[in-house]
């Protein structure tokens, strides 16, 4: 289930480039510098956009608020998740890089299925499992899905984590996701994060 959960959470990514499912806010607003409450600075041209952290992306923090990103014009799209949770995609430089997943109105995840963004210690998708071994050592761990059926690479930062789920098609890392262990690591474990 944690495989198809992947390749849904990827599919919409590519379908945020090609047809956005709800209209948030426009795109013109992208230019907004920071969103309201964040204290990192908008990304720049689209060269910048290259790190993705368990703090999160750009402008895009974990626990900031959906409504405040969606007034500064940061959202693009929105579509509707188990109760209580949404997924977004974004506008400007990280617009089809990433997507976002929140919990009750907060940031809760950030993912992508594209290079970049990278990881902070430079992994990325499209990497083998056992590169991830020689860049994290052991500071990551393989882990299975409660079905057995999906494997993932995770790696913790206190209570967030690191998680490169594999291709559903290809070996390797198909989708790679930060954001706190409640949410993600507990959603690939569940098959749902709710």
């Given at each position: 289930?944690?495989?198809?959960?992947?390749?849904?959470?990827?599919?919409l990514?590519?379908?945020?480039?090609l047809?956005?499912m709800?209209v948030a806010a426009p795109?013109?607003?992208?230019s907004?510098s920071r969103?309201i409450?964040?204290?990192?600075p908008?990304?720049?041209?689209?060269?910048e956009?290259e790190?993705?952290s368990?703090?999160?992306?750009?402008?895009?923090?974990i626990?900031?608020r959906?409504?405040?990103l969606?007034a500064?014009?940061?959202i693009d799209w929105?579509a509707?998740?188990?109760?209580?949770v949404t997924y977004?995609?974004?506008t400007g430089a990280?617009a089809?890089?990433?997507?976002?997943?929140f919990?009750?109105?907060?940031l809760t995840?950030?993912?992508?299925?594209?290079?970049?963004p990278?990881s902070?210690?430079g992994?990325s998708v499209g990497?083998?499992?056992a590169?991830?071994e020689?860049?994290?050592?052991?500071?990551?761990s393989?882990?299975?899905n409660?079905?057995?059926?999906?494997?993932?690479?995770?790696v913790?930062f206190?209570?967030?984590?690191e998680?490169?789920t594999?291709h559903?098609?290809?070996?390797?890392?198909?989708?790679?996701?930060?954001?706190?262990a409640?949410f993600?690591?507990?959603g690939?474990?569940?098959?749902?994060?709710?």
């Amino acid at each position: 289930m944690n495989r198809l959960s992947s390749t849904v959470l990827a599919g919409l990514l590519t379908l945020a480039t090609l047809a956005p499912m709800q209209v948030a806010a426009p795109a013109a607003a992208a230019s907004t510098s920071r969103a309201i409450g964040d204290t990192a600075p908008a990304p720049g041209p689209a060269s910048e956009v290259e790190v993705l952290s368990v703090g999160g992306a750009g402008p895009y923090r974990i626990g900031a608020r959906l409504d405040r990103l969606v007034a500064a014009g940061l959202i693009d799209w929105t579509a509707p998740g188990c109760p209580g949770v949404t997924y977004a995609g974004v506008t400007g430089a990280w617009a089809g890089k990433i997507m976002l997943g929140f919990r009750d109105g907060r940031l809760t995840s950030v993912g992508t299925a594209t290079v970049p963004p990278r990881s902070p210690a430079g992994a990325s998708v499209g990497m083998s499992f056992a590169a991830l071994e020689d860049i994290y050592g052991t500071r990551g761990s393989l882990i299975r899905n409660d079905a057995g059926d999906a494997e993932a690479y995770l790696v913790r930062f206190g209570s967030r984590v690191e998680l490169f789920t594999g291709h559903p098609i290809r070996p390797g890392v198909g989708y790679y996701e930060a954001g706190p262990a409640s949410f993600v690591e507990a959603g690939f474990r569940r098959g749902s994060p709710c």
